[in-house]
């Protein structure tokens, strides 16, 4: 069982720095691969480290995050740690509203400098120039940076972190118009990692595989940080190589014997829409992919687990998870080694403060849902009325979470900080749902997005199936 043995996210680096036999192996693309074990990424880390404080950037200066390249983002992530830096990692995109949310971030923070691919940062200077953000423009030209890969050779010096001081900024990756930084400490991440390496039994012959992209709290916490805090091999996959090339998601697996993947929900859909007459692939060593971040289809996992049965791919591989960055990543799963459950439920009868009413698949007003299992080390969840108060099982309500994982608010935001805590402590999750009877929470949807039409409930996950 892992247990928070670490206080900081740089003990771990530290520890890890022993390692030289396992580490991380970069895809770039089906045949070229860069494989850094935990000792070089804490050498080259130390490298870029001392770069950043000879061009002056302090402890607790925030540093935008807008780096495409998965080896380049994870030494500049490890490199700010090391210092005592704020990492905050946004999403890349190339239409405007992107570029635009960088901005709006930009504003956010106290005293920021941005590091970028050069195609990155010169899109974001044009941007600026074009739309009139000349402040920006001029603060980009003083205070961004475009990382290489390449060796840096300066002296570095460690930041000794306290366990509650901040680690790095978790900006959503949904909200371009009003984003809200989740303030995540060390304690938070060192606590929720050892609670996902022990719901997913991570043992020292594991390894992971992620396409996520790092900017996301899936892809840099769930399939980064567990991986390295529970010291075992990962493979990083661009994100924009698996859309390209979906299959060479599980072509990876086979070929590295990854044993824990993880995929949102759209993944599988776009997955199985590549997948032809492929290889003789033996996918029978995966032993869980975590589903979740976005609204789970029961019957898309029951057809991705059919068409990968040809490949040994066990039924109880796919495992639903629930997890927000306000809960640093994870908040519930399901139990290994079981087959997932669905859940369908009567579409009339899924209104805040009334009882699930579970109906056949076949009826016509059936919505279908997945139990995502129950709360994780050190975390607690209670689903409340709009009192704040909780409810029985089997009532819908808010979902509201607690704990060692969780965070205490929003970044220079009090005023999102104050709506989103109850007055005894919890945070709340935006999110919908009810405890089963067999105590497994389900998630029916944001409490924002639920469409009226004609009297009838519209669910988003209706629409997007």
Known sequence: MYTSQFQTLVDVIRERSNISDRGIRFIESDKNETVVSYRQLFEEAQGYLGYLQHIGIQPKQEIVFQIQENKSFVV???????????????????????????WRIWNILNHPFLIASEKVLDKIKKYAAEHDLQDFHHQLNEKSDIIQDQTYDYPASFYEPGANELAFIQFSSGSTGDPKG????????????????????????????????????MGLIACHLVPFITGINQNLMPTELFIRRPILWMKKAHEHKASILSSPNFGYNYFLKFLKNEPDWDLSHIKVIANGAEPILPELCDEFLKRCAAFNLKRSAILNVYGLAEASVGAAFSKL????????LHRDHLNLGERAVNVSKEDQNCASFVEVGRPIDYCQLRI????????????????????????????????????ALTSDGWVKTGDLGFISESGNLVVTGREKDIIFVNGKNIYPHDIER
């Open 337 to 344: 080694g079981k087959e997932f459950v669905p859940v369908y």
């Open 76 to 102: 500049a992530f490890w490199a700010c740690i090391l210092g005592g830096m704020i990492p905050v990692p946004v999403s890349i995109g190339e239409d405007d509203d992107h570029k635009l949310k960088v």
């Open 182 to 217: 989740v303030m995540l400490t060390h304690h938070n991440l060192i606590h929720n990692t050892c609670a996902i390496g022990n719901a997913l039994a991570v043992h020292s012959r594991d390894s992971f595989l992620s396409w996520m992209p790092l900017t996301h709290d």
């Open 384 to 419: 409340s009325d709009e009192a704040n108060e909780r409810v029985e099982d089997g009532i819908i309500g808010h979902i509201q979470i607690k704990g060692d994982n969780v965070t205490q608010g929003y970044y220079n935001n009090p005023e999102s900080t104050e709506k």
